[in-house]
């Protein structure tokens, strides 16, 4: 007997989903064999083709195929896991007209129903091309696992040989002439020569069905449990902070005090986790969380230096968590503090020194708890732009915000769509589209084609719902190689096009965002912390001159009221004026339009 050991991180996933369930839903005492397979929200998930995270299920292509299909049996996942190849693909219309009755299923022979009917009529499995030569042609168990051998193999001489055993036998023991025993014969060889093994695809299908399940009836748990196991990957928590939003699932950001190493359920949401951040090191997080559990939250900046053991971080760990905004809620100016993060760790390494010793402070306090912090360095605070830039840096994608949220409202009436807008647009008949799209380049590849020897190149974009690839060639790519600069905010007009799995971008002209929206904005919101921060904005509007742009100020009256204010006259609004208010002291936000 063989048998085949996989190691599937799938399965640690499960493991997690359901220990996460267990220690915080009280009441709970989940146990994943027990789970039934014709649960109604598992198979609607399944349908609506919202299966990130789903074993084998996940792909666009797939997820494409799922709505298609719309699953409602577990013998629908088994099919589609062993079909859902080259090769077989071509059989997943014909099942799905099949199921949907637009066609009628061809059994070959009254004999093979009992065997086809849960495929619709489609030889899917090995085992229904042996049940096919027993129950036609009289083989035995063994002969037909032979044929299935030969069929597979397609050696001439042993596939004549089994042909004319196939066509003796179904003449005798199912009184079928000999030309259509041949043409049953072919057509059983067409299936065998991709015929997947039946018990292989239902181990894979319930695996698949498991973690279908446990997203559509513990989401939060189940999220929080993958993008554990895959902290490492950007890439990848990336499409899982897409697929939260998707859900309503909020993501909340990662806390000095409520984070815990890995992803964590936290109310109706999940808590970032401290060692999914880039460079900060899993061990490091570990002595924090450990040290927050047995001696209580970090009170302040301060106790969070006397409690760090400074061997345990370095400058670049503690500049990485600045950046995400781990210490936000003990310092709302994350340029402050990444500007004293060696005073943090000086500090730190001179309490440590002190409880080295044994020295009693020389302010009274026992020793280790000297004295106090030095102030942080007094800098200028990031704006907008720069803190999501250096937040992207630390995460590895936008969390808290986008850096083209501020112009939603700018690119809907534009008519810019988004990369899940063009997937939506994408998902039915239509394959192809025009269309134009905003985002910021993340990472930029150029290449030299072998056969013609000119450049092209590949830009990872990103926008509020999603990250994408396009492709320039030659001649598009010598007029945009100048605006070409990570970081930068891009308009792009592109030829979509579906193919497979995946959607294929080809740019047709590139322009840098800001200039393309330059005098097409109508209305500027500002949102203002104090009344002296609206005076500072009228200096600055009258000082950049008339223009055509209206501007309302949202001043913050107290934490519960604002006032709207319509400054008269309009304004001329440049992306540098932009830009330089962002920097001014009062200005929370600004919102185009």
């Known amino acids: 007997m063989k048998f085949d050991f996989l190691g599937l991180k799938t399965m640690t996933v499960i493991q997690k989903t359901v220990e996460l369930v ?11 064999l027990k789970v039934p397979l014709d649960d109604a929200k598992t198979y609607h998930l399944l349908t609506e083709g919202k299966t990130v995270g789903v074993f084998q299920l996940e792909s666009a292509g797939m997820r494409d195929t799922l709505r298609k ?9 088994i099919a589609l896991v062993a079909l859902y190849r080259p090769g077989p693909m071509d059989n997943i219309q014909t099942y799905i007209d099949v199921k949907e009755g637009r066609i009628e299923a061809d059994y070959m022979h009254p004999k093979l129903k009992p ?7 489609i030889m899917v499995y090995q085992e229904q091309v042996m049940q096919a030569a027993q129950v036609l042609a009289g083989y035995t168990l063994g002969g037909a696992d032979l044929l299935r051998r030969a069929m597979g193999k397609k050696i001439q001489a042993e596939m004549d040989a089994q042909r004319q055993r196939f066509v003796d036998g179904a003449v005798e023991h199912s009184q079928i ?49 993958s993008m554990t196991l895959d902290m490492g990957n950007t890439d990848k928590l990336a499409i899982f902070k897409q697929d939260l939003d998707k859900l309503g699932i909020p993501l909340m950001p990662p806390d000095i005090n409520k984070s815990d190493v890995e992803f964590a359920v936290e109310g109706d949401g999940i808590r970032y986790a401290l060692a ?18 047995e001696k209580g939250p970090f009170k302040n900046l301060s106790d969070f230096a006397a409690r760090l053991d400074p061997g345990s971080m370095n400058k670049r760990q503690m500049e990485q968590m600045a950046c995400a905004g781990v210490f936000d809620s003990m310092v709302n100016d994350r340029a402050r503090l990444y500007a004293g993060v060696e005073t943090v760790l000086r500090h730190a390494q001179s309490l440590a020194e002190e ?42 994608f936008y969390l808290s915000a986008h850096p083209l949220d501020t112009k939603a409202a700018q690119l809907e009436r534009l008519n810019i769509l988004s990369i899940a807008q063009v997937e939506d647009m994408l998902s039915g008949i239509q394959s192809s589209a025009f269309v134009n ?53 891009l308009l792009l007009k592109a030829i979509a096009e579906k193919q497979e799995d995946q959607i294929r971008f080809t740019v047709q002209d590139v322009q840098p965002l800001d200039k393309s929206l330059t005098g097409k904005i109508r209305e500027v919101r500002v949102a203002l912390d104090t009344p002296d921060a ?34 008269p006259g309009s304004y001329s609004f440049s992306p540098q004026a932009r830009s330089n208010l962002m920097r001014t002291a009062g200005i929370r936000n600004i919102q185009e339009f």
Do not use: C
Request: aromatic residues 10%; hydrophobic residues 40%; charged residues 25%.
């Open 115 to 121: 065997y086809l009917e849960e495929t619709y009529g």
């Open 177 to 225: 002439t000999p030309q259509r025993a041949s043409e049953i014969f072919d057509q059983i060889d067409k299936f065998a020569g991709y015929g997947f093994n039946k018990s292989h695809a239902a181990a894979y299908a319930l695996i698949a069905y498991w973690t279908g399940w446990l997203k559509a009836n513990y989401p939060r748990e189940f999220m929080a449990a």
């Open 69 to 77: 299909m719309k699953p409602d049996r577990f013998g629908d996942i």
């Open 534 to 567: 609206a005076r500072k904005l009228k200096d600055f509007l009258v000082a950049e001159g008339q223009g055509p742009v209206k501007v309302i100020a949202e001043i913050a009256l107290n934490d519960n009221e604002t006032a709207m204010v319509t400054l």
């Open 22 to 32: 267990n220690s915080t839903r009280e009441g709970e005492k989940l146990d994943i």
């Open 437 to 489: 799209m905003a985002g910021v380049l993340l990472k930029k590849q150029v290449k030299v084609s072998q056969k013609s020897g000119n450049k092209f190149a590949f830009l990872q974009i990103s926008d509020a719902s999603g990250v994408y690839e396009v492709v320039l060639f030659s001649e598009v790519l010598a007029r945009a190689k100048d605006m070409l600069t990570e970081g930068e905010t």
């Open 276 to 293: 999914a951040l880039k460079g900060v090191g899993a061990q490091a997080m570990h002595r924090i969380v450990e040290d927050r559990r």
């Open 355 to 396: 409880r080295a010793v044994g020295q009693t402070s020389l302010f009274g306090g026992p020793a280790g708890q000297g004295a106090p912090m030095p102030e942080l360095p007094a800098v200028q605070g990031w704006d907008q732009l720069e803190k999501l830039h250096h937040e992207f840096d630390a995460v590895g």
